[in-house]
């Protein structure tokens, strides 16, 4: 598991041994682990994702977290409303 400052650190060391590398987070990219956290409570409060709309709110393009629940919540079947 690796969560680094730099983005990209994640591919760098993905391409230098030979495991399985888990992204935590790098640089300006995604926050996957929030993403699925995020993911994970939605699904216990509402039961599903799938068929749910969900507003994102905020300053999208800066926020790694909201770049990776659009990808993953889109993924698992909800519609992504965007609002800047």
Not at 8 to 25: E, F, R, S, T, Y
Not at 37 to 53: C, E, N, V
Not at 56 to 83: F, K, M, P, W, Y
């Amino acid at each position: 598991v690796i969560r680094h400052a730099s983005s990209g650190a994640v591919q760098l060391i993905a391409g230098k041994v030979d495991c399985p590398v888990l992204n935590a987070g790098d640089g300006q990219h995604e926050h996957p682990t929030q993403g699925l956290l995020d993911a994970l409570t939605i699904r216990r409060h509402k039961g599903r994702l799938s068929g749910l709309t969900v507003a994102i709110c905020g300053d999208v393009l800066h926020s790694r977290v909201a770049r990776s629940n659009v990808g993953l919540l889109q993924l698992l079947g909800a519609t992504l409303e965007e609002d800047e």
